[in-house]
């Protein structure tokens, strides 16, 4: 109605949710940054660590495994949740996720490092908001992922396409589908 007039009160509320709302990511930041202290320590996880580097602006081909191999994403809301945390700018802070699948058990992606953040600090936070995000829409809280993850520096003379590729494939090699681009 145009003869509604706002309550003054309502304008600063919206400051205060705002500031909320900043304050809430960077605690959910910081508890992500220790959770990841706390995962590089478990048992394993040394010899998936074995030799590797983080490097700014370089391309790493990760998978991560779902726990016990638990095909977790065969639901369609836990694959489309982990999809839309996948396209999420909080995911990627300082880093950008160039191609990825979601299997039922397992997803693979090829993630470009910014200049602030290791790779196993990022992929920490990926796997976390999808565990997080999930539990919470199915109303659970368990193990999803295996600790540790697997990864690949590209070399200079490797083919981006073929990592591409292999990615888009995936669902095929795996039966899922007749054709790739119905995945």
């Known amino acids: 109605r ?27 930041r910081v508890t992500m940054y ?29 998978t991560s495994v779902c726990k016990d191999r638990s095909p977790l994403f065969a639901d369609d809301i836990a694959a489309g949740i982990a999809h839309c945390c996948l396209l999420d700018e909080l995911t990627w802070p300082d880093a950008r996720c160039l191609a990825w699948v979601i299997m039922p ?15 196993s600090l990022v992929v920490q936070r990926m796997k976390g908001l999808i565990a997080v995000k999930v539990n919470q829409q199915v109303g659970i809280s368990k193990v999803f992922w295996q600790r540790g993850f697997h990864d ?14 292999y990615i888009v494939d995936n669902p095929l090699r795996a039966g899922l589908v007749d054709n790739a681009a119905d995945y």
């Open 152 to 165: 690949h520096a590209l070399a200079a003379h490797e083919d981006f396409s073929g990592f591409v590729r």
């Open 2 to 28: 145009e003869d509604f007039i706002k309550p003054p009160f309502l304008a600063g509320l919206r400051v205060v949710l705002r500031k909320l709302k900043c304050v809430l990511i960077g605690v959910f």
């Open 105 to 119: 058990d397992h997803l693979h992606a090829l993630i470009q490092l910014g200049v602030k953040e290791p790779l």
């Open 34 to 62: 220790f959770l990841c202290m706390n995962h590089i320590s478990a048992p394993g996880a040394r010899a998936l660590r074995k030799g590797r580097l983080s490097r700014p602006g370089h391309i790493y081909f990760i």
